[in-house]
């Protein structure tokens, strides 16, 4: 996989169909196809991955952080996030089971029995990350939905979900809720500020710039993206300048401060602060972690 490949960060609507007769999609990897591309997406349904080993870094929202000896986690709708084959090392499988939020949220409005679960799903919308005794015993259950009919497979995983709900094994991991809600007709106008951020995030971008380039006035594009990221403009440019570096780290051994100028940041100190804010660390310290799990 190229990771230097750019259309990896722009976040993309991906199409999810569910499974000929059924309200799941359900799918299982053994092996990974090398043809296969991560690219940075989002989707409406709810996702849940289970990676029974394996190791790398999780891309949710603004959350990056590492996971060891495999990982699960529950995604909510419209997060964007990574798939699993961006920079996983060490895997022998992978389950993926995507649902419509609706298939929840219409059964608990009749049926007091999942109002549970339509609070995990809620609590989702972070990013929930399981661990312990939790992601054993759903990695088991998940790999006996494979042969199972629609049917047995909706009721297992209707267990599966309530079995969670219960869970305190679990740690969240997009804290802000960061979600792209984009009706269709925002699309277009969305990806023109996303390729233009691509495209010129080296150097300063002021809402001047970039509101023409939506065809609104500053105050009113300030107002429309915030509604449609949850975050400020000066969030998004910084956050992607960020993965950009992460990406730079990841694939060279330059010097961090030139990794700094190279993304748009003139001030090394405000780089550094910014990265410890998106990841949690310093990046010097982030790429003496990324080489110790790497070897």
Known sequence: MDLKQKNHLIPKLKKVEPDFGSSLRYARFTKRNPDTKAYWHYHPEVELVF???????????????KFED???IL?????PHFGYEFGLQGINE?????????LI?????????????EELIHRAKSGLSFYGETKSYVGTQLAKLEFRNPFKRLLRM??????LAKSKEYEVLNATGVTLIIQNQDEDRINKIYNYVKENYQSEISINKISKVALMSGPAFCRYFKKY?????????????IRQAIRLIGIGNKPIGQISGEVGF?????????FKRVTGVTPSNYKKAMYQVIG
């Open 51 to 65: 990676i029974k080993n394996g190791f790398g870094n999780r891309y949710v929202g603004n959350h990056i952080s």
């Open 70 to 72: 495999g990982d699960l």
């Open 75 to 79: 995604l909510g709708p419209n997060i």
């Open 94 to 102: 992978e389950i993926v089971v995507q649902f419509k939020k609706d």
């Open 105 to 117: 949220k219409s059964s608990a409005e009749f049926l007091p029995e999942f109002q549970e679960i």
């Open 158 to 163: 209707f267990k599966i979900l309530q079995f």
């Open 229 to 241: 990221t949850k975050k400020t403009f000066t969030q998004f440019v910084n956050e992607f300048r």
């Open 266 to 274: 003139n001030n090394f100190s405000h780089f550094n602060k910014h």
